[in-house]
């Protein structure tokens, strides 16, 4: 019944679902309060009552045809308001032509890689990644194309150069970082636009960056449009207002690229026949008003600095993360796989690195409350030590 590509993924896929199985499991044998989950980055917290207050207003309203039908891309003057922001935060001309409205991060990156991608075509991306690229890729014909980071888990842009061939055309980079939470650097943006200038074959640079707004440390996430030609932002408010089940999001063509109108046509079309039709319009409303809210990113810095600082002090290595929601350091032996069992033992839930492309590691969300983590790291120092034969 299953087709074989389907039963194929599931099998290969199931990292983060056979954690919460096994979490389900010790939860049960334990009691759930000798469990610490870290498995699932799914925002914890509410969304921000200025956002909850423009939800119900609207709801509230009698203005006609809100809950219609619209364009495809998305209310027009929705769009405006996100273009307005976007030429403010990177002094470049958008207009609601280049912004497309999405059902999500999620359907923002299916919309464009259906629309540039031709059976047998390649998406380069940066290891650790979004383990859905590979199967947004495939979706559309596509193969996914991994690229092992620099030791700070930066993009290698030398190694990125390698691993173009003739059928690349686009690369995903997505930071700040679900698994590591580190930001890309402009620099690195820089050398990747001189790379795309050398190639033969137009090739698009997609920004999946719905992390923007969770920094930490007084850090900027560069923007990518002003320093890459061919720019394509996806990105969704599903992180910076704590709301990804209401699915919205956009997708935005730089003024720059040569190619914007087309891509947005292409797009329009590519969302409507992927069922999505158009995003969901009381969200639409809701982030035209106040999209530029962002969720209190104090609570997830505490808990970033408990994390990071504990693990360090345990004598895990860990780069340390300057956004999102995530620590990812290295296990104390290779096989990550076997260290996240040993962590399971101690009751604690994690998911392997080799889920994120990058083996050797652990993802840690620290989408939890702050107790969770404070009484999940003696988990982590009993793990540690039993690596090394109980010593500390
Ligand atoms: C890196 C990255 N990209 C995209 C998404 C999808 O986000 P959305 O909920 O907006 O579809 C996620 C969600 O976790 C993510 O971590």
Redesign the pocket.
């Given at each position: 019944m299953i087709s074989k590509a389907v039963s194929d993924n599931l099998a290969k896929a199931s990292w983060i679902r056979r954690m919460f199985e096994e979490g389900a499991r010790l939860k049960q044998e334990r009691g759930a309060d000798k469990v610490f989950d870290f498995t699932l980055?799914n925002p914890e917290i509410e969304p921000p009552p200025a956002v909850l207050a423009a939800a119900r207003r609207i709801l509230e309203s009698d203005a006609p045809h809100l809950h219609a039908y619209m364009p495809n891309a998305g209310q027009p003057r929705v769009r405006e308001a996100v273009a307005r922001r976007l030429a403010t935060a990177t002094g470049l001309p958008y207009t609601a032509n280049h912004v497309l409205m999405t059902?999500?991060?999620?359907?923002?990156?299916n919309t464009v890689l259906k629309a540039l991608l031709n059976p047998g075509d390649e998406v380069l991306t940066v290891a650790p990644?979004?383990v859905?690229y590979t199967f947004y890729a495939e979706n559309y014909g596509g193969r996914l194309v991994v690229v092992p980071p620099k030791a700070d888990l930066t993009p290698d842009v030398a190694r990125l150069e390698a691993a173009l061939t003739p059928r690349t055309r686009a690369i995903i980079l997505?930071s700040p970082?679900?698994p590591s939470g580190v930001i890309y650097p402009a620099s690195t943006l820089v050398e990747i636009e001189a790379l795309l200038a050398r190639t033969t074959q137009p090739i698009v640079l997609i920004s999946?960056e719905?992390?923007r707004a969770l920094v930490f440390d007084d850090v900027e996430v560069p923007q990518v449009p002003p320093l890459v030609t061919r720019a394509i932002v996806?990105?969704?408010?599903?992180?910076s207002l704590a709301i990804?089940g209401e699915?919205?999001?956009y997708l935005a063509f730089s003024p720059r690229m040569p190619e914007a109108a087309a891509l947005f046509e292409a797009c329009t079309f590519t969302s409507r026949v992927l069922g999505f039709v158009n995003a969901p319009a009381l969200w639409q409303w809701v982030v035209a008003e106040v999209g530029d809210q962002v969720i209190d990113v104090a609570p997830y810095r505490e808990k970033r600095d408990l994390m990071y600082e504990g693990l360090r002090r345990i004598g895990y290595e860990c780069v340390k993360p300057q956004g999102?929601f995530y620590v990812f350091p290295r296990t104390p032996i290779d096989d990550d796989v076997a260290f996240v069992r040993l962590l399971a033992e101690e009751g604690v839930l994690t998911v392997p690195g080799s889920g994120f492309g990058m083996p050797g590691h652990i993802r840690i969300s620290l989408t939890v409350e702050r107790d969770t983590v404070v009484r999940g790291l003696p988990g982590f120092e009993r793990a540690f030590r039993a690596t090394r034969g109980g010593r500390p």
């Open positions: 980055g059902v999500g991060a999620g359907a923002a990156l990644f979004f859905e997505n970082n679900n999946d719905p992390y996806a990105t969704s408010w599903s992180k990804p699915r919205i999001g999102a």
